[in-house]
């Protein structure tokens, strides 16, 4: 029961008392202040009217009451559906797919707002956690390519894990308030009595002046965030080094932006993980900082190759889509649409299935475009995709940041002779597009489409 791990952590933090459990707004927050506030707030929606069962938006990003709320309504058995206010999707659209009986809202200065909604419905899968006295948690996929899928997952099996210790660190929040990632990396460090950092900004320079003033030892980063901080040489206009562990995922990191980590921070650990919303966070271990290559699995988790994709099995692994059909195989197989290249007991993951471009039958993963266009020094960052062509089905097209304005025809006769010789002729790009910021979304993760 997710109760029952509420209770053994709650437990812990008033053992561990006045140490620092939050920073917010550069306050700290020690574990008794946090203890009291989750009990305020778990007074506080009860008298609101929720009850075991129901479904509960609670929108906001992270802060002590946004954590302290994803506890409470843990403990109240209910079905949390955390929603980030950056999310590119509407969040009425969110809700409704969720069926959502209230919207807990986080505001700005840190207060809350129940109102009850009118979605309310008889999901099955809803149902089943209900008829079982169980907690829940509903997670929406990026929705690049559609309509975003609402992944349903039983609390009490997603918290089970973090009962087994595991290193203390003061670690910042970076990933967003409804991403797998954000929510492992708090409870993570919740658990092991570490203490979770917020940044003011999710930018360069707020993350780097977080890490600085508050002597953070974990940053859990996007390979495209970390490479904004390479671009921006920031490693050497701040100080890092109180950072002993960098985790990087849900995308493929380039090869240049590891090995410049690596100079610029030579005394930092660099560890590639790997999960997804619908089976969670796997175990994950690298043969080096500088390899891409990555072990993925550890306990409650199986992995296997499929035709060229990484498929999972998990205990931990959804319930399913509230929106979309099962989409595991009759003895519980998952395909994450990951490509990987296998050697030996370690995967390289090579980009999403749905991200490969199709030119006249020849397949190219933008990743392997990318890596050879971001050798150029004046490029700050390249992001490769495929275009509708009448003849060849899909050209390669590539979006470019500069570091200084540039004429587009002499960029691109620059990554056309930078390609030409590295690169399978269909493997170049046929357009190049100037732009003057990343090509990134709310989660800091490249958009493609």
């Excluded at 996007?222 to 849900?250: C, M």
């Excluded at 009759?330 to 370690?346: K, L, P, S």
């Excluded at 062509?389 to 006769?413: C, T, Y």
């Amino acid at each position: 029961m997710a109760r029952d791990y509420i209770e053994w952590q709650i437990h812990r933090a008033l053992e561990h008392g006045y140490a620092s459990a939050v920073v917010w707004r550069n306050t700290d927050y020690n574990f008794r202040e946090f203890t009291d506030l989750y009990q305020h707030d778990l007074e506080r929606l009860r008298a609101a009217g929720i009850v075991p069962g129901s479904v509960v938006a609670l929108t906001g990003e992270f802060s002590p009451v946004a954590i302290s709320c994803l506890l409470a309504l843990a403990e109240l058995n209910c079905i949390v559906v955390p929603l980030s206010k950056y999310s590119e999707s509407p969040l009425r659209d969110l809700m409704c797919i969720a069926e959502a009986d209230y919207q807990v809202a986080v505001s700005d200065d840190d207060d809350l707002i129940v109102t009850a909604l009118s979605y309310g419905g008889k999901h099955p899968l809803i149902e089943r956690l209900r008829d079982a006295g169980q907690s829940g948690l509903v997670l929406f996929s990026s929705g690049s390519t559609g309509t975003p899928k609402a992944i349903l997952h039983a609390l009490p099996q997603l918290l089970a894990k973090f009962r087994n210790p595991r290193p203390s660190y003061r670690t910042l929040a970076f990933l967003v308030f409804d991403h797998i990632g954000g929510l492992n990396t708090v409870f993570h460090t919740l658990a092991n009595l570490g203490c979770v950092v917020i940044p003011e900004e999710r930018t360069v320079a707020g993350v780097c002046r977080a890490i600085e003033r508050h002597k953070v030892e974990l940053l859990p980063a996007s390979p495209s965030f970390l490479n904004l901080i390479v671009a921006a040489k920031a490693t050497g206009d701040y100080d890092l080094s109180s950072l002993k562990l960098i985790t990087y995922g849900s995308e493929v990191m380039p090869q240049r932006t590891l090995d410049l980590l690596n100079d610029s921070l030579p005394d930092v650990k660099l560890q590639q993980t790997y999960g997804l919303s619908e089976v969670g966070i796997l175990r994950s271990r690298s043969p080096s900082n500088r390899s891409l290559f990555v072990k993925v699995g550890g306990e409650h988790y199986d992995t296997k190759i499929v035709d060229g994709t990484l498929r999972v099995r998990s205990a931990c692994s959804m319930l399913g889509y509230l929106n979309a059909p099962n989409p595991f195989d009759d003895d519980g197989w998952f395909d994450t649409g990951d490509a990987v290249e296998q050697v030996g007991e370690y995967y390289r993951i090579l980009g999403r299935v749905s991200d490969i471009i199709n030119v006249g039958g020849q397949k190219v993963y933008p990743a392997q475009v990318e890596k050879v266009i971001r050798e150029l020094p004046e490029l700050k960052d390249v992001c490769v995709s495929g275009e509708p062509d009448l003849l060849l089905g899909q050209v390669v097209v590539a979006r470019v940041e500069m570091s200084h304005p540039e004429p587009a025809a002499i960029v691109m006769r620059r990554i056309r002779d930078q390609c030409r010789g590295r690169l399978q002729p269909f493997m170049i790009p046929v357009r190049v597009r100037i732009q003057s910021e990343p090509s990134l979304n709310h989660r800091f993760k490249t958009r493609r489409s």
